[in-house]
């Protein structure tokens, strides 16, 4: 059943608002933040499908606990055309979506599709992989709408790959080597990642080296 969003809720008013065209449906994807290789992935899983997303009647917008210049880090050096909703309706939003860890006080991967009316149509903690769903879901639901094609995203400006600063939170180094291992397994999300981690490996979490030896 459809959940009704309420009118007083300013986070997701705040999210119908940042559509280009209000006949638009929107498609919210909550990333844990920049460092995780399964938020790279969810992204550009979906990015893969933005223009099935578009001519479906769906914008993309992310959503992270990431000020401004990681934002655009992120998006430059993840290769996305999408738009940022503001950093602080991360929580309220995450938390209504589904993808909000109390615990830690922090967003989870996760994605929600909003109807042009201000209804859930479908939302899931992408970490729950007992019942996560597949970006291709999604677009399978919008469809059912009917609902006329959205604005296609700018593409994203490949000259920006040079104005991040060294010190930028997201090395282009790093990103990049992310950006390859996402796009390899992001056709199998979320079953891939569900099998690493059943065999023992969490590919949610960065890698830690130790030194050897006493000291």
Known sequence: MNTPVTVADAALAT???????????????????????????????????????????????????????????????WQLSFGWLPEAVTEPVARDLGAWDTASGRA?????????????????????????????????????????????????????????????VISLERASGKLRRALASAAGLPAAVTRSREGGTDASKPRVTRPRGGG
């Open 15 to 77: 999210v119908l608002a940042a559509r280009t065209s209000p006949d638009a449906a929107v498609l919210v994807v909550v990333l844990r933040g920049g460092y995780w290789s399964y938020s790279c992935g969810l992204a550009r899983a979906v990015h893969a499908l933005t223009p099935d997303l578009s001519a479906a009647g769906a914008e993309v917008l992310l959503l992270a606990a990431e000020p401004e210049e990681r934002q655009h880090a992120i998006t430059t050096a």
């Open 108 to 168: 989870l991967d996760g994605l929600g599709l909003l109807s042009p009316d201000g209804t859930w149509l479908l939302r899931r903690n992408q970490d729950d992989f007992g019942s996560a769903d597949p970006p291709d879901a999604f677009l399978t639901v919008l469809r059912g709408e009917g609902l006329p094609p959205a604005p296609a995203p700018s593409q994203v400006d490949s000259a920006r790959l040079t104005s991040i600063a060294d010190t930028d």
